[in-house]
């Protein structure tokens, strides 16, 4: 399969009404969004999450690279936020910022169907195809 037409059939898959999960996708949208508003001790477990993830998936020589320049499970604190996993790690953030930077925060929803966009200026909605420009 061409890798155009493999990445647009994965943009489907993502937005396909059908799987829409309200608090997946919030999580989802203040991760992708506000990770200007990560505390440094969660940038940190974050990117142990993120180098722990390409070091099962690549050589053992380069994982050790990885783990020992990314991965810091050594720290007590990182080891501690990520302890229930990556999915509870992340639920927590999100509720942190939510609560903590409710004024910098823009929850931009669909005015058609009501689910989250990608962005807080978007006038697009990938779910229901809605365009309010
Ligand atoms: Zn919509």
């Known amino acids: ?20 999960d309200d608090d997946q996708e919030l999580t989802a949208y203040i991760w992708h969004n506000y990770r200007n508003l990560l505390t440094p001790l969660e940038a ?5 999450l993120l180098a722990e993830s390409k070091a099962q998936h690549t050589s053992d020589r380069m994982a050790a690279i990885l783990r020992e320049r990314w991965v810091a499970m050594d720290d007590p604190d990182v080891a501690a936020a990520l302890a229930g996993g990556s999915d509870v790690f992340r639920n927590r953030v999100r509720e942190r910022i939510l609560k903590e930077c409710d004024k910098q925060i823009v929850i931009n929803r669909c005015p058609q169907c009501s689910r989250l966009v990608a ?12 365009d309010w420009h």
């Open 1 to 20: 399969m061409p890798f155009c037409r493999s990445v647009a059939l994965d943009i489907a898959v993502a937005y396909d009404a059908f799987y829409y």
């Open 119 to 130: 962005t807080p200026k978007a006038h697009q909605c990938l779910w229901c195809g809605h």
């Open 44 to 48: 940190l477990a974050e990117r142990t």
